[in-house]
């Protein structure tokens, strides 16, 4: 069980901002974290994984004090954590080999070639990480963040730089190592996809504070009342054809065109966010 | 046939290894240091450390001649205690030419450890690595090149000096005198074939160190592409 309360100033893009976050995460959930960039969400993984320090607040892990700004500024080191962290860039020593890698968090040959075994790389295991691709240079990293047998695991938009086939197979592993070590995962994602398939519960953070936290259904499928679907997009472009406006719509990169009235017309503007939405009839799927 | 007398050579080498090994011991904390430090006193260190770039040998020998001399409190004390002198032998050379050749340890290093993705350091402390193991197991191997270019040119600058031996170290044959000090004399002595001699080895062998650590970088560099 994670008990945490933090505050912490940030100095980001958009000017400062207040992190401020009270939390309670159960032994073996699996969090996913969301929100648009700079919004907090990898500084509060930093945060517990002690990567960071906090201005004011308290980080509790199963009855033990991680970090109590009120008693002489404790904070417990990123080493005494026994934690396991996946960072974007898969951060693999590249003066080791995949096994040494492994063996480097914990000196344990037999469980590093389980480890393996299971995402399927045990041949590689006396390759240097330079020679591997993306997807297998992550799922090496997840295996090493796995060696200590950590409590919790924390993964930093593991999979962002990945393609397709690769994520669902990453998604798979991580799915297989959450459920059989049972450890409390927390996932900083931007992928609705990933998150609906992966977690039990969505925390959506905007300006460092926590706006929604709820099951994935209910904070990523955007229809609220009758509506039958919706969608979130950018609006690209607004032009006429005969009487009628137009716009053009960018929905998860792909593009709509939407009728609008023409008091619409003169409220919306280019680069605006609008929700599509239908109510009147059933939409239809078919398979591609 | 000339008779060369190696011995400048063997004190210019002598010279430059204990100046080397003691400085790498001390310079790649202090390169790590750097590298992380946010304190405000970090750009000061800084330029302390870049200060024998800038300044003639002769006044940081003259410094070292001061604080080192018999009449200095560091002076007296070493007399003292030790009953050593610590002007005009080998080991006020060895403590000049760590001064005078620290640059050149700490500046490649602290680079090196700057340009390392932060990742790096952030995962070895996850896998349960202090400080030390970080610098041992995951920094120096994945520097290598600034390593070698680091104790390199340390040792080959150690080999160069002049001036700074001139002040402090005299010209005592076996102990303080190099092969740039003895290059000096013989022209001093018109013995220019001497000068020659000895220039030309000095030339030769400054040229294959540093050909050498070009080379290696170069290899260390194809070895990635």
């Known amino acids: ?103 480097f968090a914990k000196n344990d040959k037999q469980f590093a070639l389980t480890l393996l075994e299971m995402v399927g790389l045990e041949e590689l295991k006396d390759s240097m990480p330079e020679k591997l691709s993306g997807g297998q240079k992550q799922r090496v990293a997840l295996c090493r963040a796995m060696m ?88 690209l472009e607004i032009y006429q054809a005969d009487i009628l406006n137009i716009a053009v719509v960018s929905i998860a990169n792909q593009l709509v065109k939407v009728v609008l009235d023409s008091s619409q017309a003169k409220e919306l503007q280019v680069g605006d966010i609008v929700t599509i939405s239908t109510k009147a009839f059933a939409p239809t799927i078919s398979k591609k | 046939m000339y008779d060369l007398d ?4 063997l004190v210019s080498f002598k010279l430059a290894f204990y100046t080397t090994s003691i400085l790498f011991v001390l310079c790649v904390p202090f390169a790590w240091y750097l590298s992380q430090s946010k304190s405000k006193i970090k750009p000061v260190l800084e330029a302390l450390t870049a200060l024998p770039i800038v300044l003639p040998p002769t006044v940081i020998g003259f410094y070292i001649l001061f604080a080192l001399s018999v009449n200095s409190p560091i002076g007296i004390f070493f007399e003292e ?30 680079a090196a450890i700057q340009n390392m993705p932060k990742s ?51 010209s005592i044959p076996g102990e303080t005198k190099v092969a740039s000090i003895a290059i000096y004399e013989f022209v001093e002595l018109l013995d220019y074939e001497s000068a020659h001699i000895y220039s030309f080895i000095m030339l030769a062998i400054s040229f294959s160190v540093l050909f050498c650590v070009y080379y290696f970088n170069y290899q260390q560099r194809a070895k990635h592409d």
């Open chain 1, 1 to 103: 069980m994670i008990k945490l309360q933090i505050k912490k100033m940030l100095a980001g893009s958009s000017g400062q901002m207040n992190l401020d976050i009270k939390l309670h995460i159960k032994q073996g959930e699996f969090v996913a974290l969301t929100g648009v960039s700079g919004s907090g969400k990898t500084t509060f993984l930093r945060i517990l994984a002690g990567l960071e320090k906090i201005d004011e607040g308290k980080i509790s892990v199963n009855e033990t004090l991680w970090v109590d700004t009120s008693k002489n500024k404790k904070m417990l080191l990123p080493q005494k954590r026994n934690i396991g962290y996946l960072f974007q860039d898969y951060a693999l020593f590249p003066n080791m080999t995949v096994l040494k890698n492994l063996t």
């Open chain 1, 148 to 235: 200590s047998r950590p409590k919790i695991l924390l993964l930093d938009e593991p999979l962002s730089a990945l393609d397709l086939d690769m994520r669902k197979k990453l998604q798979e592993d991580i799915k297989v190592f959450h459920e059989q070590f049972h450890i409390t995962t927390i996932m900083v994602s931007h992928d609705p996809s990933e998150i609906y398939k992966l977690s039990s519960r969505v925390i959506l953070l905007d300006q460092g504070k926590v706006t929604k936290d709820a099951c994935a259904k209910e904070v990523l499928l955007k229809t609220s009342g009758s509506q039958k679907f919706s969608f979130e997009g950018e609006l």
């Open chain 2, 6 to 9: 190696w011995e400048p050579f």
């Open chain 2, 81 to 110: 205690t030790f009953g050593i002198k610590l002007v005009f032998n080998f080991t006020s050379l060895v403590i000049a030419s760590c001064f005078y050749s620290l640059p050149f340890m700490v500046q490649p290093l602290q």
């Open chain 2, 120 to 170: 790096l350091i952030e995962a070895s402390y996850i896998c349960g690595k202090n400080n030390f193991q970080t610098i041992w197991y995951v920094i120096l191997p994945n520097i290598k090149p600034a390593v070698v270019t680091a104790v390199v040119t340390t040792f080959a600058h150690t080999i160069g000096e002049f001036g700074v031996v001139l002040m402090v170290g005299g």
